[in-house]
């Protein structure tokens, strides 16, 4: 089984900071990455597929970057509703992995 | 527009069954792969199962492998997850999602075991 492992799993930050969050998948698995964002008590979204896709609809200030094993979710400048649990997930090979996800709080 | 919209969750006893179901529209149902995602209380996402267009492939993650079956009518463009001899913890929030890369969400049905 391929094991996400995601940095940090939590983290305070300001408005206006950029945020970059790190999944490290433990053998090589392309581009098949994606990420999803998920505030409490909601159903999680997509962000980012195919590692740097942009899903249609969210803000271009969220990017994602990677390929093999290391990649990368950038919010280039932090907003209010941006405070929320980010998960990756790689879909190379079965069964499924998410990440542990990393929850950004307000500093 | 993209609809996911699960149901049939309950409360169940160790041990017993139970049937979610995810109705979907606004896509070509028969065109995507399928998946089911769960979430237990307070903890992250867990991918539990996915089917192919044609229902000629199936994948489930260990952990329910044997007692889990994961199906879907096309022609109804209905997602199923059949569940059997529950534990406590498969207690979770069971999400249907489009597709492998999981674009589209439905708002998820409560599955609770317990006694």
């Known amino acids: 089984d391929i094991q996400m492992t995601q940095s940090p799993s939590a983290m305070s930050a300001s408005i206006g900071d950029r945020v970059t969050i790190t999944c490290r998948a433990s053998?090589?698995?392309?581009?098949?990455l994606a990420w999803f964002q998920q505030k409490p008590g909601k159903v999680p979204r997509r962000l980012i597929y195919?590692?740097?896709s942009l899903q249609s609809g969210v803000p271009s200030t969220f990017s994602g970057s990677g390929s093999g094993t290391e990649f990368t979710l950038t919010i280039s400048s932090l907003q209010p509703e941006d405070f929320a649990t980010y998960y990756c997930?790689?879909?190379?090979?079965?069964?499924?992995?998410f990440g542990g996800g990393t929850k950004v709080e307000i500093k | 527009e993209v609809q996911l919209v699960e149901s049939g969750g309950d409360l169940v006893q160790p041990g017993g069954s139970l049937r979610i179901s995810c109705a979907a529209s606004?896509?070509?149902?028969?065109?995507?792969?399928m998946t089911w995602v769960r979430q237990a209380p307070g903890k992250g996402l867990e991918w539990v199962a996915n089917?192919?267009?044609?229902?000629?492939?199936?994948y489930y993650v260990d952990a329910v492998k044997g007692r889990f079956t994961i199906s879907r009518d096309n022609a109804d463009n209905i997602l199923y997850l059949e569940m059997n001899n529950l534990g406590v913890e498969d207690s979770a929030v069971y999400y249907c999602?489009?597709?492998?890369?999981?674009?589209?969400w439905g708002q998820g049905t409560l599955v609770t075991v317990s006694s």
């Open positions: 053998q090589g698995i392309s581009n098949y």
């Open positions: 999602a489009s597709d492998v890369r999981l674009g589209n």
């Open positions: 089917i192919k267009e044609d229902g000629s492939e199936k």
């Open positions: 997930l790689q879909h190379y090979s079965y069964p499924l992995t």
């Open positions: 606004g896509f070509s149902f028969s065109d995507y792969w």
């Open positions: 195919a590692s740097s």
